[in-house]
């Protein structure tokens, strides 16, 4: 589906058998690729249905019933993503001769994925090549062949069999803990749990382990890990305080805790948790720890629409170890002649993935900043430096259940670039009187650093913005890598993005604020004439013909004050009447008054 929706507009999915309706699969496709298609289309019926009809009418009956609602969807988009059956069913005679046999019926091409989860490389090798010769033998047009979930050890050994025995490309993808871990709110869904405490992004963390609490606490915390569920008694409230402390104090984050037998902490305990670790779920299940931990031990993690970052991690992974561009080019993806959002979203992904950089942040602990590193990690697409206390960073990480091992995180308080760069902008500032103590002391601000990096080197571009002003941002620009033209101001470029495509802006500029010594000072040079074309007779932006020419007041000092008085008997459009002296204002709040040899019109 990313392969398609990067280059064609209009895609729609298929599927000829589901288990339940709503459909899982469709659900998150539909939520992740914002997918216009009513779920009714979906899909051709359950398997329960389906094993009926073959049983009564027979296999032929069940394919034409298959095809003509392949076709209601077929009909309307320009691609359509066929996703067969799981052979979960058993109840369905001839699993792989069924989707051989739709495949050829809808002509589409086939990618034939193997699972090799808990099986050597010799037997996973083994079963993607009789897939493949299942499939050419019945007459299907394969393009891959995808082997998913083998041990990492055993991936280049996969791999190189396939190679050697297949016509077509093979891929193997590794096994990734994270994705078949279950989140802490698909643990609640299936306990039936009721949640005490935590918010959505707590609920929304991976359960990496299980550690059942029953010691007491000085055994209990060195067992605690990253990631992990705590399962004790309710009324266990040492273990609960303990290990939501330790949270706190910066000991690996744990996803959450689980309270059986169906007792609850009293109040003030609830309370104190919330304050130790904010976010973080504890929920309560009846049942006592025995039954809890065999339904725990059975829960495996899925790709939901409540899971995006497990979504994010199987896009890395897939990017990682296919080759797309050849992948495209096989099934034969035609580019579509508008751009929508999401294919100019995946464009920039793809293009940033090939031309890999390092790109710092200087508002890291922001958690708008940290969503996104999260996902341009999870996807591969480049090298991330973060500014800002690492301390609080990664403790702010862990409340969202963000994962920043692969990320570089510098403190510009305690960085020893911090003498380099300072020594460096004193010598760019030198002709401003800028001494080192002080470049010592604005380097340590995030934009000054990150802007500093990129000048030495040390990273290709900076991103900023979601908290600190344009003056902020950009101001260090001018000052540190400045412009290449004599005129001191940059092009901006801006992409707005419709339904229908995304238009992308480069006509505006940015220029940095006149200092205080630049500004005006008398009454002439502040009173600048206004652009002749708003003010000339032949205007094409004010249709109203030109207003008689104003007198002229004439400007004396005054004897009395320090101001200044107007002698005429009627001052020019945009002044009052007033008295021979007018009362004396500060230059900043004074009005201006127009030339005389002005017409006063009214402005556009």
């Known amino acids: 589906m990313e392969l398609l929706t990067r280059h064609v507009d209009r895609v729609g999915v298929f599927r000829p058998l589901v288990h339940d309706d709503p459909d899982r699969l469709f659900d998150l496709l539909r939520a992740r690729y914002r997918l216009s298609q009513s779920p009714e289309s979906v899909f051709g019926m359950t398997y329960e249905a389906a094993a009926t009809l073959q049983a009564e009418r027979g296999t032929d009956e069940l394919v034409s019933q298959l095809v003509g609602r392949f076709h209601e969807v077929a009909d309307v988009y320009d691609y359509v993503l066929v996703l067969g059956s799981d ?17 050829n019926e809808f002509g589409a091409s086939v990618i034939t994925v193997v699972g090799g989860q808990k099986q050597t490389a010799e037997s996973a090798g083994a079963e993607a090549h009789n897939a493949y010769r299942a499939y050419e033998g019945r007459g299907c047009d394969v393009v891959a062949v995808v082997v998913n979930r083998v041990a990492p050890a055993d991936r280049a050994a996969i791999a190189e069999r396939l190679a050697a025995k297949l016509p077509v490309p093979s891929y193997v993808l590794p096994e990734d803990g994270s994705l078949s871990a279950p989140t802490v709110s698909q643990i609640v869904r299936t306990l039936g749990a009721e949640v005490l405490l935590g918010d959505h992004t707590g609920l929304s963390r991976d359960v990496r382990d299980l550690v059942f609490g029953g010691a007491m606490l000085p055994t209990f915390l060195p067992a605690l890990t990253e990631g992990c569920l705590v399962v004790t008694p309710g009324d266990r409230a040492d273990l609960i305080v303990g290990a939501l402390a330790a949270h706190s104090a910066g000991a690996p984050p744990i996803a959450g805790v689980l309270l059986t037998l169906d007792e609850r902490p009293g109040p003030d305990i609830l309370a104190l948790a919330s304050r130790l670790a904010p976010g973080t779920p504890v929920v309560s299940v009846a049942g006592g720890s025995f039954p809890t931990a065999a339904e725990l031990f059975a829960i495996e993690g899925k790709l939901t629409a409540s899971a995006p970052r497990k979504a994010e991690t199987a896009l890395g992974l897939f990017e990682r170890h296919v080759d797309t561009a050849a992948l495209t080019e096989r099934i034969s993806v035609g580019r579509s002649s508008r751009v929508t959002p999401m294919m100019f979203e995946r464009e920039l992904i793809e293009r940033s993935r090939s031309h890999r950089r390092r790109v710092v942040l200087p ?17 591969d697409v480049c090298d991330l430096t973060l500014l800002g206390e690492e301390e609080a960073i990664r403790k702010r990480a862990a409340e969202l259940g963000i994962q920043l091992a692969e990320a570089q995180i510098i403190d510009p308080q305690t960085s020893p670039l911090r003498e380099r760069f300072a020594e460096g902008y004193a010598k760019l500032r030198a002709h401003k009187g800028v001494s080192y103590e002080l470049a010592y002391d604005v380097v340590a601000d995030v934009s000054y650093f990150g802007t500093l990096m990129v000048q030495e080197g040390l990273a290709d571009g900076m991103v900023s913005g979601a908290v600190h002003s344009t003056a902020a941002t ?9 412009t290449a033209r004599a005129p001191r101001s940059s092009p901006r470029c801006s992409s707005c993005a419709w339904p229908t495509g995304c238009w992308c802006t480069a006509t505006a500029r940015s220029t940095p604020t006149r200092t205080p010594s630049s500004w005006p000072t008398s009454p002439s040079s502040r009173r600048r004439r206004p652009p002749s074309s708003a003010w000339s007779r032949g205007s094409r932006c ?19 004050r320090p101001g200044w008085s107007a002698s005429a008997a009627r001052t ?24 005389p040899r002005w017409r006063a019109r009214p402005p556009c």
Do not use: H, M
């Open 363 to 379: 508002e890291g602990a922001e958690e708008r900043v940290l969503r996104a590193a999260d996902v341009l990690l999870r996807r």
């Open 542 to 560: 004010c249709r109203t013909p030109p207003a008689p020419r104003a007198p002229a007041p004439t400007w004396t000092r005054s004897a009395r």
């Open 87 to 103: 052979y979960a069913a058993t109840s369905i005679p001839d699993e792989l001769g069924l989707n051989a046999r739709l495949a």
């Open 572 to 595: 020019c459009w945009s002044r009052a009447r007033s008295s021979t002296t007018r009362r004396w204002t500060p230059r900043w709040r004074r009005p201006s008054c127009p030339s």
């Open 474 to 482: 950009i101001r260090p620009a001018f000052e540190i890598i400045k």
